[in-house]
């Protein structure tokens, strides 16, 4: 019996043995993290797919770095990844920020450890980072939007903001910087009316949910923009389902708004704008490295190279009204008829 017994310990060791080594190739001993924002939203995936192409481009393999996908968009589910990344000892964490303020806490405890804090897609507060990834400018993106809303609305008229969670920093900034435009120039946009700013919180159904009560509310609605790749997805379907007259623009993926975009009736999205996820993923890879080398230090004027990417070497730039750093990607790219049929196949 005894012997039994030995045997059966020493297979649930072994088991437990090859259970290690396994984990070893994608968590243990890992240098690099990137966090994204929840897992099955299909704009989080494709950053982390550049996130994985630049490592593995610079010579690194899959035990070099560890790409989490939080459960929830939620700041808990963000904060328990990070407190097992810290556990795990990583040199760096590349964060698509949940909310601005409330990782301050944990994101101390990982500076105290000496990992080097940096953020992409969607920031936190400037003194818990050392530089911030950021697919475009904030006056570009805005100014992208409200020109498209203008023109959707043939200038005038009802329009509505479908958005992501109410502490979406890059989506507040977004959305705060279109209002401003709007407000700085009423001979060209005062005949436009912000009806709401809506929040799907970054999930399809209620952001299906959200769409519907716009469209009962206002009646006179024209245009819906929704900064939120999730969102517009979600608002594309319903208009084009009920053959509605409002328009839709905003931020979209070109694969899961191909089927909306056009410039006839039967398409409830004449055109949209984003970036290339994939090419900030790859972005805050190289970023992530150049820290952990000590190549940059997240100061304003610091430059790294970033592989073939186009617009390496990259400069760290000031965030307007600080101190602290970004790294602009570039600027907005509009998707239209024209070319969504090129684009849909690539993100």
């Not at 209620?206 to 999730?230: E, F, G, H």
Request: with cysteine; charged share 20%.
């Amino acid at each position: 019996m005894k012997r039994i017994i030995s045997l059966i310990l020493v297979a649930v060791m072994a088991v437990a043995l090859l259970a290690s080594c396994g984990e070893t190739t994608t968590t243990t001993g890992a240098k690099y993290a990137l966090v994204t924002k929840a897992a099955g939203n299909a704009y989080n995936e494709k950053e982390a797919e550049g996130f994985k192409a630049a490592m593995e481009a610079a010579g690194l393999t899959s035990s070099d770095y560890i790409i989490r996908h939080p459960e929830q968009a939620t700041v808990e589910a963000q904060i328990a990844v990070i407190n097992s990344l810290i556990s795990q000892g990583v040199k760096s964490i590349a964060i698509a920020a949940n909310d601005p303020n409330a990782l301050s806490s944990v994101l101390a405890d990982a500076k105290a450890k000496g990992i080097k804090i940096l953020t992409l897609d969607s920031d936190v507060a400037p003194a818990d980072r050392l530089t911030f990834c950021n697919q475009a400018g904030v006056q570009q993106v805005a100014q992208a939007l409200i020109d498209a809303v203008l023109d959707l609305t043939g200038g005038e008229g009802d329009y509505a903001i479908l958005s992501a969670t109410s502490q979406a920093t890059n989506q507040n900034a977004w959305i705060d910087a279109m209002k401003a435009i709007a407000a700085a120039d009423s001979a060209k946009y005062g005949k436009l009316n912000l009806v709401e700013v809506a929040y799907g919180d970054d999930e399809p159904q209620k952001s299906t949910d959200q769409t519907q009560a716009l469209l009962q509310k206002y009646p006179d609605l024209k245009v819906i923009c929704a900064p939120t790749t999730v969102g517009v997805a979600a608002a594309a379907k319903v208009l084009q389902d009920k053959k509605s007259t409002v328009k839709l623009t905003g931020l979209g993926l070109p694969s899961e708004m191909a089927e909306y975009i056009g410039n006839d009736a039967d398409h409830s999205c004449p055109y949209m704008f984003l970036w290339n996820p994939i090419d900030l993923g790859k972005l805050a890879a190289y970023a992530s490295i150049a820290l952990v080398d000590g190549k940059i230090t997240g100061a304003v004027g610091d430059k790294f190279e970033a592989g073939n990417m186009e617009n390496s070497p990259y400069t760290l730039t000031a965030v307007e009204g600080t101190n602290a750093s970004e790294i602009i990607l570039g600027a907005p790219f509009k998707f239209d008829p024209s070319n969504i049929g090129e684009w849909k196949s690539v993100y």
